[in-house]
């Protein structure tokens, strides 16, 4: 059952449609032929009686000549909308989030404050105010969200910031964590990865190929290069990774072969960069990926080369968000940006599987 505020909604939304058509000097019928939908979906939109698909959304909105945004988004007067965390939980209020709609549906992630003071930082579009976004004046929620652990998803956000409907919103999260997203649909993709042959999407997903790299434990420099069986010992700080994360996995696997226990994990991190740069203040070990133990100067031990790529559901395979991040990643804008980053095979990038 829709909630009383979810129904509010719908019911603005059709008013909004119903307006601009009549602007337009369009029938509804003209309207569903120039959109190419059903006149039935049109009627049922004006009347706050459904909410359309992205790919819907973005024909009628076009239809129309306007964006998604201002045709589906949050109220006029800026009054404060629901919002769903694309990882699921609660959204603290007073956090900084950036959002995009799904089916009629608002999706967040929280935004670190500081990472808006960078040069190539993703600007945040609003805050929450007791439980729910306010919009920042001027914010136009829009893009694709794509959940992932890949590091370069923060770069292609901050490179796609000003692509308007390409927008990119990325949602930092384990393999697993971003597959249970896409399973809720509060996304529209995720970066995977894991060794070549493990990776099986299901039925009605499209799969392109992104990068690869090894996975592994990452040490400080002055402990030597210990072996895996040392560090599982418990003779050194260890930082580990949440169980759906594709890197613990593989720890685990080497683990099990060589006979060893499964080590409690006493600090866990949420993220590759995390985990490495634990590991450098703490002068012990943590379960990363080669291209950022490189970066920050940790030795390295492979245990597994991983694919890396990016699915995404068949519907939303043409949205401007995905195209645009497609493009970018076999673009020479961001292959330059990426000669720096050692161990990060690009070789394929954005080759279809």
Known sequence: M??????????????????????????????????????????????????????????????????????????????????????????????????????????????DPASVLGALGASADGIVVDGEVRAFAGSAPRGAVVAGCDPVLALAEGLL????????????????????????????????????????PQAGLRRWHLARWRSGVATHSRLGRPSLEAVLAGELPFVQREATAACQQAVDRAARRLGAPRRRPRRTAAGHVDAARSALALEGAAVAIEPVAVALGLDFSALELHDVELWVPDRWAALPGVEGLLDLLRSAAFHDRMTGLEAYDLSDIGAAR
């Open 2 to 111: 829709r909630s009383i505020r979810a129904i509010e909604q719908a019911v603005d939304i059709g008013r909004r449609i119903r307006d601009q058509r009549h602007g337009a000097g369009l029938t509804q019928g003209e309207l569903a032929d120039a959109a190419q939908v059903s006149r039935a979906l049109v009627g049922a939109l004006e009347h706050g009686r459904h909410m359309p698909a992205a790919d819907a959304a973005i024909r009628l909105a076009r239809a129309l000549g306007t964006s998604v945004e201002r045709l589906f988004g949050a109220g006029p007067d800026g009054s404060p909308a629901a919002a769903v965390p694309v990882l699921g939980g609660g959204l603290p209020d007073g956090a900084l989030v950036r959002t995009a709609w799904i089916e009629g549906t608002q999706v967040a992630r929280v935004v």
């Open 161 to 200: 910031e000003r692509a308007g409907e390409g927008r990119l919103v990325g949602v930092p999260a384990t393999s697993g964590q971003a597959l249970a997203a896409l399973g809720a649909g509060r996304c529209h993709g995720v970066v995977v990865h894991g060794p070549a042959r493990s990776l099986k």
